[in-house]
């Protein structure tokens, strides 16, 4: 089992960045393909990103596509979500979850972590 915690969130002014970080306990981290997804009120989660256990591969939503920016590095346990030009319509609660199968944007998670606010203000 996988135990994810996400940091880094908190509120940003539109055309700002925030970068989240999402650590993973164990020592297989490099086998878990990682994703990134958001849930604004009163709508539905959203993929946002995915990355291969190596990093070789992602995928993003057309939504931050050449916004946001997912890396990982293996050696610390961790995976990242860079968002940069924010704009209001990213507030939400931002989720990181692991799987053990990459997907592309078809990702899906069986791991998550706690999730952690992003407010944009206008």
């Known amino acids: 089992q996988v135990q994810l915690v996400e940091s880094g969130g908190g509120l940003a002014q539109a055309g700002g960045s925030l970068r989240l970080s999402c650590a993973a306990s164990?020592?297989?981290?490099?086998?878990?393909?990682m994703g990134w997804f958001r849930q604004a009120p009163g709508k539905e989660r959203e993929f946002l990103a995915a990355?291969?256990?190596?990093?070789?591969?992602?995928d993003y939503a057309d939504s931050v596509k050449g916004r946001f920016t997912i890396s990982r590095d293996n050696t610390k346990n961790t995976v990242f979500l860079q968002m940069n030009s924010l704009i209001p319509v990213d507030t939400a609660v931002y989720y990181c979850?692991?799987?053990?199968?990459?997907?592309?944007?078809?990702?899906?998670?069986?791991?998550w972590g706690q999730g952690t606010q992003v407010t944009v203000s206008s």
């Open positions: 164990g020592r297989t981290f490099s086998l878990y393909a």
């Open positions: 990355i291969s256990g190596s990093g070789g591969s992602t």
């Open positions: 979850a692991a799987s053990r199968i990459y997907r592309g944007r078809y990702y899906s998670g069986d791991y």
